[in-house]
């Protein structure tokens, strides 16, 4: 005994940082693109968002000033300006040669072949001297490695929102999402109850067909289901994806809520039906406040999977621009923006944030009603 005993500590240990890994493995991705997506586009593309406030290295190339625009100055040729086109940053090394662009530090003067000495100071102030007039057409390059401050900007949301489509997917998924999750909620309580509490013929064969559905893989009855959908005029529309993510989500949702409900105290229902209640009576006011948990815990299930689904919107939405859901968005970003990581992030937290949202805001009741629909049944 004292040696099982002895072993909890350890076991408990292994429990304890084992959800700290999950738990980081989660939310550091989701931290790292929330940040990425308020960083400026130059610095993303360059660093990581762990380093985002710090400053960030870049290296530049400048021009300077036309050769015919050098002042004279004591009986010298002067260029001067500044390398930087936003007028700010922070200058550590410069070079006039793509092969040395940090042989010099800020503040050194750096002679050049034709004859001309160079310095870049630290704010980017850069000052070309020649002894003679100079000739040419072009002005000389300067390489500099640059340190930047951090950046952040809205910028990224509003491109994404007004720009990229983004605004308009979100309604189109927000449009698909919710009526898709309450309407198979709505169904299968009513069907869950009747399931539970109410003696009919052919109830135990009903059920079997319910939990059978469970392992039929949707995607045998995509096709078959969108020719239907299209010879009753139904076919790529809300309607059609409405109906197919509700029958979808059926089977799962009469099971978990038939077993929690069958598991609500007996007496409870009786009393209300000595008292003269109906059964509309009894599952509007007795079943569904005690039923909270298992519809709040099937609800973040049908949300998430609809929220994030690609397939089932693609086979009876198609690609119309109108029409198009996020993920969809996202695909097409990929293949159009891939380069852009500033607007893939902000798109990417987007369609993130609203799962986040109701998944906190209903994890509470996620495990008790899981559990309760999965131990009890009649």
Do not use: C
């Not at 985002?52 to 004279?72: F, H, K, Q, Y």
């Not at 003679?132 to 340190?147: C, K, L, N, W």
């Not at 089932?312 to 380069?339: H, I, K, P, W, Y």
């Not at 500033?342 to 899981?370: C, M």
């Amino acid at each position: 005994m004292s040696g099982v005993v002895g072993k909890r500590p350890a076991l408990s240990w292994a429990v304890n940082l084992s959800v700290l890994f999950l738990v980081a493995l989660w939310t550091l991705p989701t931290f790292g693109i929330l940040v990425s997506s308020f960083r400026d586009k130059d610095q993303l593309a360059v660093s990581g968002w762990w380093t985002s406030l710090t400053g960030s290295e870049r290296n530049i190339v400048a021009r300077t000033d036309a050769p015919e625009d050098a002042v004279e100055e004591n009986g010298q040729w002067v260029l001067s300006g500044n390398v930087f086109e936003s007028g700010s940053g922070t200058a550590a090394a410069f070079g006039f040669s793509s092969r040395e662009p940090n042989a010099f530090e800020a503040g050194a003067q750096a002679e050049l072949r034709d004859g001309g000495v160079l310095s870049v100071q630290e704010n980017g102030d850069y000052r070309l001297v020649y002894y003679e007039q100079p000739e040419g057409r072009r002005g000389q390059r300067i390489f500099v490695a640059s340190v930047e401050p951090p950046k952040f900007t809205l910028e990224n949301y509003e491109r994404v929102l007004f720009s990229e489509g983004i605004g308009k997917s979100f309604l189109n998924t927000m449009t698909v999402t919710i009526p898709a999750t309450v309407i198979p909620i709505l169904i299968a309580a009513y069907a869950a109850y009747a399931l539970s509490w109410m003696q009919f013929p052919g109830r135990a064969l009903l059920l079997a067909t319910v939990v059978g559905l469970l392992v039929v893989p949707l995607q045998v009855s995509l096709i078959p289901l969108l020719r239907l959908y299209n010879e009753i005029g139904v076919g790529k529309s809300f309607i059609g994806i409405w109906l197919a993510h509700t029958a979808f989500g059926l089977p799962l949702a009469v099971y978990l809520l038939r077993n929690y409900i069958s598991g609500l105290p007996r007496e409870i229902i009786e009393s209300a039906r000595v008292d003269g209640a109906s059964d509309f009576e009894i599952f509007g006011k007795i079943i569904l406040p005690l039923s909270f948990p298992a519809l709040a815990s099937f609800a973040i299930f049908q949300f998430l999977w609809v929220w994030n689904d690609l397939l089932v919107a693609t086979v009876f939405l198609g690609n119309n621009e109108e029409q198009l859901v996020l993920t969809g968005r996202l695909r097409e970003l990929l293949g159009s923006r891939g380069g852009n990581w500033e607007i893939l992030t902000a798109s990417a937290f987007v369609a993130i944030v609203v799962p986040i949202i109701v998944f906190f805001a209903l994890q509470r009741y996620l495990v008790r009603g899981l559990l309760a629909g999965s131990v009890k049944g009649g």
